[in-house]
């Protein structure tokens, strides 16, 4: 059974979709901008740049870690434009399409997270995590000195050479695709669900902050 979702060319919303996305990562922009225009002018905006923004960390990532952030204002100018008689919402799309067609990709991000959420293990809270600031730290008399002496210390500074994560990233290398290619391959991508409502969210987050105040009082 097809798709109801139909775009104004005839095509499925979805192999649209698809299409964009195997364009970006190809770095085919005509074809790219086709299909993204396919999906606008079908009345698919939202779902469009919903796919836009997802592609860019997880198609790209720490390729150009700061694309997100330029795709949010893109959006946001797209949504602000698309409100008035006028076609200038077209430059928005067409800017973010350019954008991550023509970036450096990294597929790390994607592959980080199916390696973490697909095989969840237990792993034990490391010692230097037991400061001032966790119940178990001021126990064991941690305080400000310890705090000082080992809580900040940092594995970089400014100047300092790159995490060995981004020169990965520069020569195409990725520590978690086996792991990842492995959990797909295998059956095994799926995950625990998580709350995820807003609602939801900002209840829990509310619960979080009233016990953390109550803790350091």
């Excluded at 095989?119 to 305080?143: C, F, I, L, N």
């Amino acid at each position: 059974m097809g798709s109801k979702f139909g775009t104004v060319n005839g095509h499925s919303l979805f192999e649209c979709s698809s299409a964009m996305q195997k364009s970006v990562r190809r770095g085919e922009i005509d074809d790219a901008m086709y299909f993204a225009v396919e999906l606008d002018m079908s009345g698919y905006g939202e779902y469009l740049w919903r796919r836009l923004r997802t592609i860019a960390s997880e198609d790209i990532g720490l390729a150009n870690p700061h694309l997100p952030a330029t795709l949010s204002a893109l959006y946001e100018s797209w949504v602000d434009f698309a409100n008035r008689e006028q076609k200038t919402d077209r430059i928005f799309l067409a800017h973010a399409v350019l954008l991550l067609c023509t970036s450096a990709k990294s597929r790390i991000a994607d592959n980080l997270q199916i390696a973490h959420y697909a095989s969840h293990e237990r792993r034990e809270v490391p010692d230097y995590a037991y400061d001032m600031h966790t119940q178990k730290g001021r126990q064991m008399g941690r305080g400000v000195e310890h705090f000082f002496a080992s809580s900040t210390v940092v594995d970089r500074a400014v100047g300092d050479a790159p995490h060995p994560v981004m020169e990965d990233v520069q020569y195409g290398r990725d520590p978690w695709e086996p792991e990842a290619r492995r959990l797909k391959t295998t059956g095994q991508e799926t995950a625990p669900k998580v709350v995820r409502s807003k609602a939801a969210r900002q209840a829990v987050l509310a619960g979080i902050l009233d016990e953390e105040r109550r803790g350091n009082e």
